[in-house]
């Protein structure tokens, strides 16, 4: 990518593996079961994420719980600045009323697309719990939103960049430090 070089690499496509199933399992002990849950995928990343989780629930409950996904891209507290938002679809076909709602993203850093995709998920009603779902917990955030399922904190600072890439919508599983390339008067 330009202006940035690759500084190290975090997860390769067996830890992500091993962290989903890990969360999976969490998931399905906190929420005793898998009767009452649901996974909504944030677009872009968090939909594959979304799918990996609720098949490695199915592997262990016997069951798959629904899949939505949710495109927060008129939500953001950003929208005005961005001259031509890329748009996708939400895609929520069950009613959210009084179920224990799974938001899954890739990574967690400030905290604004959560932000903007409980506002959006509010938009189909009022789930008895919200909870969320991240590959990675980066750290540095604005507002008071934390996860409740961690695949792996990674400490970062904010001239990085964390990556993560996931099949279907790339060509490998594998997450990914990014740092800021400096050149040759020290500013980058």
């Not at 098949?55 to 939505?68: D, R, V």
């Not at 949710?70 to 507290?77: T, V």
């Not at 959006?120 to 590959?135: H, I, N, S």
Request: hydrophobic residues 40%; aromatic residues 4%.
């Amino acid at each position: 990518m330009d202006g940035y070089k690759l500084k190290a690499t975090i997860m390769d496509e067996s830890a992500m593996k091993r962290a989903a199933t890990r969360i999976a399992h969490e998931i399905l002990e906190k929420n005793e079961g898998s009767g009452n849950i649901a996974l909504v995928g944030i677009v872009t990343r968090g939909v594959p994420l979304a799918n990996l989780l609720a098949g490695e629930i199915e592997k262990i409950e016997g069951a798959k719980p629904p899949i939505g996904t949710l495109d927060i891209s008129f939500y953001r507290d950003d929208f005005m600045r961005n001259i031509a938002p890329v748009l996708h679809a939400t895609d929520i076909p069950f009613d959210i009323e009084g179920r224990d709602v799974i938001l899954v993203d890739d990574v967690l850093y400030t905290g604004r697309t959560i932000r903007a995709a409980l506002d959006a998920l509010m938009d189909y009603g009022r789930p008895k719990t919200v909870q969320l779902a991240v590959m990675i917990d980066r750290g540095h955030r604005e507002l008071p939103i934390r996860a409740d399922y961690v695949g792996k904190n990674v400490p970062s600072s904010r001239d990085e960049d964390v990556r993560m890439q996931i099949i279907p919508n790339d060509d490998a599983n594998v997450i990914e430090i990014w740092e800021k390339v400096q050149n040759e008067g020290g500013a980058c």
